[in-house]
């Protein structure tokens, strides 16, 4: 009965067995298959990578034709402003004033457009951003402290240009008396 039963195993594990013959046989269907398919894989990813390159290109030149139209709406912006002055027409005075201290400056347009004969491409954009209806500054940034530092108002008021910010003596020129 051991035979038996030895025997049957043996067959189970033969009959598991993949005949060698056929083996050899299909190997090459599946290297061919496989080489095919990598094929097909590597031309749709070449043909994925053109198309990906073109529409950046696209882009890249959309962009840049955005920032061309932007300059020149920029420059035609100035030379509205300028324009504006010139027919003294001025935006009017500034009022800047510290959160939570009440102290406020106020800047006028007109005394530094037709007192001091400045224009308006001095100050805007290097020193000051220029938005209709307001006065772009990052919260926190107009200080005394920075103008100091050459930053805003200081950049002109340093003592050498315009009188300092730092002179005591001349702060009621930007800072009216609180009431």
């Given at each position: 009965?051991?035979?038996?039963?030895?025997?049957?195993?043996?067959?189970?594990?033969?009959?598991?067995?993949?005949?060698?013959?056929?083996?050899?046989?299909?190997?090459?269907?599946?290297?061919?298959?496989?080489?095919?398919?990598?094929?097909?894989?590597r031309?749709?990813?070449?043909?994925?990578?053109?198309?990906?390159?073109?529409?950046?290109?696209?882009?890249?030149?959309?962009?840049?034709?955005?920032?061309?139209?932007?300059?020149?709406?920029?420059?035609?912006?100035?030379?509205?402003?300028?324009?504006?002055?010139?027919?003294?027409?001025?935006?009017?005075?500034?009022?800047?004033?510290?959160?939570?201290s009440?102290?406020?400056?106020?800047?006028?347009?007109?005394?530094?457009?037709?007192?001091?004969?400045?224009?308006?491409?001095?100050?805007?954009p290097?020193?000051?951003?220029?938005?209709?209806?307001?006065?772009?500054?990052?919260?926190?940034?107009?200080?005394?402290?920075?103008?100091?530092?050459?930053?805003?108002?200081?950049?002109?008021?340093?003592?050498?240009?315009?009188?300092?910010?730092?002179d005591?003596?001349?702060?009621?020129?930007?800072?009216?008396?609180?009431?």
């Amino acid at each position: 009965m051991g035979l038996i039963v030895m025997l049957v195993a043996c067959g189970f594990v033969f009959l598991g067995q993949p005949n060698p013959a056929q083996t050899e046989e299909k190997a090459p269907d599946y290297v061919e298959k496989a080489k095919y398919d990598a094929e097909k894989a590597r031309a749709n990813a070449e043909k994925d990578m053109a198309e990906a390159e073109m529409a950046m290109e696209r882009a890249e030149r959309a962009m840049e034709k955005a920032e061309q139209a932007r300059l020149e709406a920029k420059q035609e912006k100035a030379k509205a402003i300028e324009k504006m002055v010139e027919a003294h027409r001025y935006p009017e005075d500034i009022a800047m004033t510290v959160p939570d201290s009440g102290t406020t400056a106020i800047f006028s347009h007109k005394k530094h457009t037709e007192r001091e004969h400045l224009r308006c491409i001095e100050c805007h954009p290097k020193v000051f951003i220029m938005k209709v209806g307001k006065n772009v500054v990052k919260k926190g940034q107009l200080t005394m402290a920075e103008m100091k530092k050459g930053k805003y108002c200081g950049n002109c008021h340093n003592g050498h240009k315009a009188f300092s910010v730092s002179d005591i003596a001349t702060c009621q020129r930007c800072h009216p008396k609180r009431q």
